[in-house]
């Protein structure tokens, strides 16, 4: 069964970092672009990050790009999110999904998606 467990996320002030572990298991990350994609409340969710998983290629919103890092360790099956210079517009619930064979920011082609994990920026 393909399951995907996000860890990491708690409260951080503006300026700080948190790392995000998304573990996976049930399918390889040889097969799956794994997303990080975020919801805050009243907003649509958007795609943040993607790492494609033929070539390790890693795609980021404009939003992010800069300040997140996303990177994978097939080893552990587990993608990482790194996030730094944290804002006040990036609190939500950030989730991890697999798509098979694709790499996109777009949510239609994942699959999988995990349970989130709760970022908060706040002094």
């Known amino acids: 069964q393909e399951r995907l467990v996000e860890s990491g996320g708690g409260l951080v002030q503006p300026g700080g970092s948190l790392r995000l572990s998304c573990v996976v298991s049930?399918?390889?990350?040889?097969?799956?672009?794994i997303g990080w994609f975020r919801q805050d409340p009243g907003k649509e969710r958007e795609g943040v990050a993607c790492i494609k998983n033929t070539d390790g290629s890693t795609y980021y919103a404009d939003s992010v790009k800069g300040r997140f890092t996303i990177s994978k360790d097939n080893a552990k099956n587990t993608v990482y999110l790194q996030m730094n210079s944290l804002k006040p517009e990036d609190p939500a619930v950030y989730y991890c999904?697999?798509?098979?064979?694709?790499?996109?920011?777009?949510?239609?082609?994942?699959?999988?998606w995990g349970q989130g994990a709760q970022v908060t920026v706040s002094s």
């Open positions: 049930g399918f390889h990350l040889d097969d799956y672009t």
């Open positions: 999904a697999a798509a098979f064979f694709i790499a996109t920011l777009a949510q239609a082609p994942y699959d999988y």
